[in-house]
């Protein structure tokens, strides 16, 4: 799901926001499964598509994006349909997910920047999560374009708190951070999905008795040590108080003043390392062939995404996969669950074909197209006309009923930090669970690299 990026840059919204996308969601979404094909399949309701109205002269629009890899056969079509449709030929330019920011920073900074291109988030001072700032007359509201209406009202409006108030992007679908777990390996061991931590370590344990790796590792890919560290962030800190996260972005609050909260979070990972509950060679292993691992039945879980469903089927289409929220908490506390609804498609407003790049977003944010997204994706969408058929996203819609759940995860939208900050998270956390640093020396550089950055 495009690396680290995608991890790191979820949507800055308030826990109520979230909680009434969630109520949206489980109302208008239903549930998602493989076909024959073994392929998720999805549909829309009728009438749900803008027209095809074909321009009057052929245009090319340019469009820079991350997300090829995760979405080949829609993005495939909707060029196509828009070749076919509208006379409109687009020029893709898909860029690797850790070269993205440095790539559109300089297109930015040169005045180079194409028709169409992709964004991880922006917070409401217009600041990309890419280490830009978007200036007024930059990016075109998108507010009048006949799909919007079809989106969750919630998702809508958090995209315009903003200082101009319009709405520049919508987030196509929402994920979660939790546990992917193969249910013939739980059934097959006798082991009941866990909803507490001595649930959780027990089943660890009988696991790792059976010779059965309990958590497959993929931390060769440094974006994947983040996740259980932002999924304790939030049972840990964001539940004492929320407002936090809003008090280290502003420099009011050091994490050395939360040191011993922020250590609790750092040594979940690296406690679970020593205790042999990771797969072999987890450093030296990536996500693709962590994943697979879930799916042959070879490690019971992976921590992760939502989004990581479609990897670990790839290795076994026939694998049933289940999802429950990580528990870190203990007995009788409520389990977290962070979510996130951030990443979307940007016009440039000084493109010099704009009606062209309206008309081919439109059909971007069409159920039709969204459909064919949330296909790849195996997404819960956020376009209330998509109705996938996906057992696993029903699941995950089940589990969002249940526990709290938290609008985003620790480092994202500078909600954790300035967002200007040089402190590189995932290469930080990866060095916590190879050794290569410490709790202390992790927060000591984290609020030396904010400091520098408020001096700014």
């Known amino acids: 799901?495009?690396?680290?990026?995608?991890?790191?840059?979820?949507?800055?919204?308030?826990?109520?926001?979230?909680?009434?996308?969630?109520?949206?969601?489980?109302?208008?979404?239903?549930?998602?499964?493989?076909?024959?094909?073994?392929?998720?399949?999805?549909?829309?309701?009728?009438?749900?598509?803008?027209?095809?109205?074909?321009?009057?002269?052929?245009?090319?629009?340019?469009?820079?994006?991350?997300?090829?890899?995760?979405?080949?056969?829609?993005?495939?079509?909707?060029?196509?349909?828009?070749?076919?449709?509208?006379?409109?030929?687009?020029?893709?330019?898909?860029?690797?997910?850790?070269?993205?920011?440095?790539?559109?920073?300089t297109k930015y900074a040169s005045s180079d920047l194409p028709d169409l291109f992709m964004t991880h988030g922006i917070d409401k001072d217009l600041n990309f999560v890419e280490k830009m700032t978007a200036q007024p007359g930059q990016l075109a509201d998108l507010s009048d374009l006949a799909s919007v209406k079809d989106f969750i009202p919630?998702?809508?409006?958090?995209?315009?708190?903003?200082?101009?108030?319009?709405?520049?992007?919508?987030?196509?679908s929402t994920n979660a951070l939790g546990v992917l777990y193969n249910k013939k390996v739980f059934a097959d061991n006798g082991i009941a999905v866990p909803t507490?931590?001595?649930?959780?370590?027990?089943?660890?344990?009988?696991?790792?008795?059976?010779?059965?790796a309990p958590m497959a590792a993929g931390f060769k890919d440094a974006w994947t040590t983040q996740i259980i560290p932002f999924i304790a962030f939030g049972q840990y800190i964001n539940t004492k108080d929320p407002t936090i996260r809003v008090k280290l972005a502003t420099g009011e609050l050091k994490y050395a003043d939360i040191k011993d909260d922020v250590k609790k979070v750092l040594s979940v990972q690296s406690g679970w390392a020593?205790?042999?509950?990771?797969?072999?060679?987890?450093?030296?292993?990536?996500?693709?062939?962590?994943?697979?691992?879930?799916?042959?039945?070879?490690?019971?879980?992976?921590?992760?995404?939502?989004?990581?469903?479609?990897?670990?089927?790839?290795a076994n289409p026939d694998a049933e996969i289940g999802f429950f929220a990580l528990p870190l908490n203990a007995a009788g506390e409520k389990t977290i669950l962070p979510t996130s609804a951030n990443?979307?498609?940007?016009?440039?407003?000084?493109s010099k074909n704009v009606e062209a790049a309206k008309q081919a977003m439109d059909f971007y944010l069409s159920a039709d197209n969204q459909a064919r997204i949330m296909k790849d994706l195996n997404g819960i969408p956020t376009n209330m006309k998509v109705q996938v058929d996906n057992p696993f996203t029903k699941e995950v819609q089940n589990v969002m009923s249940q526990v709290t759940v938290q609008s985003d995860w620790w480092g994202t939208d500078g909600l954790y930090n300035p967002l200007s900050t040089t402190f590189n998270m995932e290469k930080q956390q990866q060095g916590l669970i190879a050794k290569g640093t410490t709790p202390d020396q992790f927060i000591s550089d984290f609020d030396a690299a904010n400091a520098k950055a408020f001096s700014k």
């Open 1 to 105: 799901m495009g690396g680290v990026n995608m991890i790191r840059t979820k949507k800055a919204a308030t826990l109520g926001v979230t909680l009434a996308l969630t109520a949206s969601l489980l109302a208008a979404c239903g549930s998602n499964s493989k076909d024959n094909e073994g392929q998720a399949s999805a549909s829309v309701n009728p009438d749900s598509s803008p027209a095809a109205s074909a321009s009057a002269s052929p245009v090319t629009l340019k469009y820079l994006t991350w997300t090829y890899s995760d979405r080949t056969p829609s993005t495939d079509a909707w060029i196509k349909d828009l070749k076919d449709q509208f006379n409109i030929t687009i020029d893709m330019q898909n860029v690797p997910s850790d070269q993205y920011a440095t790539m559109l920073k």
């Open 274 to 314: 020593d205790k042999g509950y990771f797969s072999d060679n987890f450093l030296g292993t990536d996500v693709s062939v962590a994943s697979q691992m879930v799916g042959t039945g070879k490690a019971a879980m992976l921590v992760s995404g939502t989004w990581q469903l479609g990897a670990i089927q790839s």
């Open 343 to 350: 990443e979307g498609l940007l016009i440039n407003a000084k």
């Open 196 to 212: 507490n931590i001595d649930e959780l370590t027990a089943s660890f344990e009988k696991l790792k008795a059976a010779g059965i």
């Open 154 to 172: 919630s998702v809508i409006e958090s995209r315009k708190n903003n200082k101009e108030g319009k709405l520049y992007y919508l987030p196509i």
